[in-house]
């Protein structure tokens, strides 16, 4: 069972990638770091599109990409795989609110200083996503979260104050 929505607690604001990032995948051969792009589809229910934040359905075609949610050059500066629906797909746009697929997941929530630095980090394994990120956000060190993938690392959305 789903814990309530957050009222009257801390407000944050939920950013998947950019539409234009997403676009971008879907219709370049190449991503960025030089990899082949071509759409993949899906066999089975499980892989998290990064611009809608929703785990895509059996049969739907993704796109996998090579992706940075970084602007500064650092030796912090990941970049990893992402999938986005190669159909397109609404960008995620409930802030305050944990996409639904992520909310009860096992996830690593990493808290980045305003040099794009690690801060703090945090697991959720109980459910208690809210309250790592609330957690997360109040130390005044940490300029913003990302949430990452429990078993893969890889990156799924970014987590700001209002």
Do not use: W
Request: hydrophobic letters at 40%; a neutral charge.
């Amino acid at each position: 069972m789903r814990p309530a929505l957050y009222a009257g607690r801390m407000t944050f604001i939920i950013s998947a990638i950019s539409t234009e990032a997403a676009d971008e995948a879907r219709q370049s051969p190449f991503d960025a770091y030089g990899n082949a792009l071509s759409p993949q589809t899906q066999s089975e229910p499980g892989n998290p599109c990064r611009h809608c934040l929703n785990r895509a359905k059996a049969g739907e075609r993704l796109v996998l990409f090579s992706y940075s949610p970084f602007t500064e050059r650092n030796p912090f500066k990941e970049v990893g795989p992402v999938f986005v629906h190669a159909d397109g797909c609404p960008r995620y746009a409930s802030a305050g609110a944990v996409p639904p697929d992520f909310l009860d997941r096992p996830l690593v929530l990493r808290g980045y200083d305003g040099e794009q630095q690690i801060a703090r980090v945090a697991i959720v394994v109980d459910g208690q996503t809210v309250a790592r990120i609330e957690e997360l956000l109040a130390d005044p060190g940490v300029a913003y979260v990302h949430a990452r993938s429990f078993t893969h690392g890889c990156y799924l959305f970014r987590i700001d104050r209002p």
